[in-house]
């Protein structure tokens, strides 16, 4: 299994874009990158995935470096709701389905 | 998106005893997960739950220990079986949309065992 390395806290201004690192080194071809977040004494929630390419949707953007071995998380514009544990986790197949496997994450902290 | 329901939300348990833990999706799904978070960590995963046959535990965790039904394709529950203070954690059931992998939570169930 792929593991993923974060930086374990981060703060980040309101209304700034916030960007999250997270490097996966060992990744293999045919995994995705996924990210999560999860607000306090929340399930967590599913932000975006991406392969190869840059994606976006009305989350985040999530940028994939060439190589695949690290990739970016940024919320363009943070809002004291972004406040969060952020997971960024490579998905691993097995027996045609997928089950993922979490690290430590990172604790973002939005300030006012 | 799914919803998953689970029950109880929260519950505080003896030493030695065991609780069951439900969990409800409003749809069909192949697999189900079963994550456990302690206090301050990150969710682990205890074992995958597929229907029809026998759960699939990760390294760490055993059958006897925490037994998994898996009766249909809407619903599963995870025993946490003679409990003591070490298992006080939030189990999370989650479910998978089959072709690109994204999971979806339940709100958890948040166990104190004293």
């Known amino acids: 299994d792929a593991k993923t390395t974060q930086p374990p806290s981060m703060d980040c201004a309101e209304g700034r874009a916030a960007n999250l690192p997270c490097n996966h080194s060992?990744?293999?071809?045919?995994?995705?990158v996924y990210w999560y977040r999860q607000i306090h004494s929340q399930g967590p929630q599913y932000i975006i995935h991406?392969?190869?390419n840059n994606e976006t949707n009305e989350m985040a953007s999530l940028i994939i470096t060439e190589d695949r071995k690290s990739s970016t998380l940024i919320l363009p514009h943070a809002t004291l709701r972004d406040t969060a544990v952020y997971y960024c986790i490579v998905r691993v197949p097995i027996q045609g389905a997928q089950k993922l496997v979490f690290g430590q994450g990172t604790r973002l902290t939005i300030n006012p | 998106s799914a919803v998953i329901s689970q029950k109880p939300s929260r519950d505080i348990c003896q030493r030695g005893t065991s609780l069951t833990i439900q969990c409800q999706v409003d749809s069909q799904v192949t697999m189900m997960f079963w994550y456990r978070q302690q206090p301050g960590q990150s969710l682990t995963l205890i074992a995958t739950a597929n229907q029809g046959s026998e759960a699939t535990y990760e390294s760490g965790f055993v059958i006897d220990k925490f037994p998994i039904s898996r009766p249909n394709l809407t619903f599963s529950t995870l025993t946490v079986s003679n409990m003591s203070p070490e298992d006080s954690s939030i189990y999370l059931c989650?479910?998978?949309?089959?072709?690109?992998?994204?999971?979806?939570f339940g709100e958890g169930s948040r166990l104190t065992v004293l």
């Open positions: 989650s479910v998978a949309r089959a072709n690109t992998g994204e999971l979806f």
């Open positions: 060992t990744i293999s071809g045919n995994e995705y």
């Open positions: 991406g392969l190869k």
